[in-house]
């Protein structure tokens, strides 16, 4: 897909994505993100230069545009606010998937509705899904600009969700991860403060094993919303 199109949708899921674990928090008991001015959608307030602009970008051209990957600036918050201090904790992590998951399903639904009343033709959203997995990009003349916004969006959603469900700290699943095994705090701490060291060696090691699984994943997606 062309950047001038990627990093936008990409910015803003992932600040949609920050957004929810705060919302989360606060729902949960944990005022933190709410006093330090986090709870907002405005993306000058997430935005991380390395994380939103150079890590995507590094990605990118280092798998020759077939993966990349975006953060947001955390969201703080304080977990030993929440009421449930065994699996809030969990429930906080597994909210930014869940909120890129259903982004992703609102507009999959509304897409095959634009197909169904002819807005949208069939054969422009196989032809763009096509391309988004041979890498041919999406941007072309003459196909539906909807369909191209939406197959984005539906796409870059469903990376981030998946992706943030490694139960690799800091990322989301390793959340899901310390809420069933029994790790000690302390090695909890370390291991959120020093797990990022480790997330980009190993995207670039496994890049093609963890491009297969996620592209399994959004073509099952893609099939079961669309149904094409």
């Known amino acids: 897909m062309d950047l001038i199109l990627i990093l936008p949708i990409l910015i803003m899921s992932a600040v949609v994505h920050e957004v929810s674990h705060g919302l989360s928090a606060y729902?949960?008991?944990?005022?933190?993100?709410?006093?330090?001015?986090?709870?907002?959608?405005?993306?000058?307030?997430?935005?991380?230069?390395w994380g939103s602009f150079l890590m995507p970008v590094f990605l990118l051209l280092l798998s020759g545009g077939r993966f990349f990957f975006a953060a947001a600036k955390p969201v703080p918050y304080n977990p030993y606010n929440l009421r449930n201090q065994k699996y809030g904790p969990a429930a906080v992590g597994a909210a930014g998937p869940l909120a890129n998951i259903l982004i992703a399903l609102v507009f999959g639904l509304f897409l095959k509705i634009f197909i169904i009343i002819g807005l949208v033709p069939s054969g422009d959203v196989m032809l763009l899904i096509g391309n988004l997995f041979s890498g041919r990009g999406m941007l072309g003349a003459g196909l539906s600009a909807i369909a191209i916004v939406f197959i984005a969006i539906m796409y870059i959603n469903i990376l981030?969700?998946?992706?943030?469900?490694?139960?690799?700290?800091?990322?989301?699943?390793?959340?899901?991860?310390?809420?069933?095994?029994?790790?000690?705090?302390?090695?909890?701490?370390y291991l959120e403060q020093y797990g990022l060291i480790f997330i980009i060696p190993l995207v670039i090691i496994l890049s093609g094993p963890i491009f297969a699984l996620i592209r399994f994943i959004e073509l099952l997606f893609f099939k079961l919303v669309l149904g094409i």
């Open 160 to 189: 981030l969700a998946f992706f943030n469900l490694v139960p690799i700290p800091p990322l989301d699943g390793s959340k899901l991860l310390f809420a069933i095994l029994p790790i000690r705090e302390e090695t909890k701490l």
């Open 27 to 49: 729902w949960l008991g944990d005022p933190t993100a709410k006093y330090m001015g986090r709870l907002t959608l405005n993306p000058l307030k997430h935005l991380d230069f």
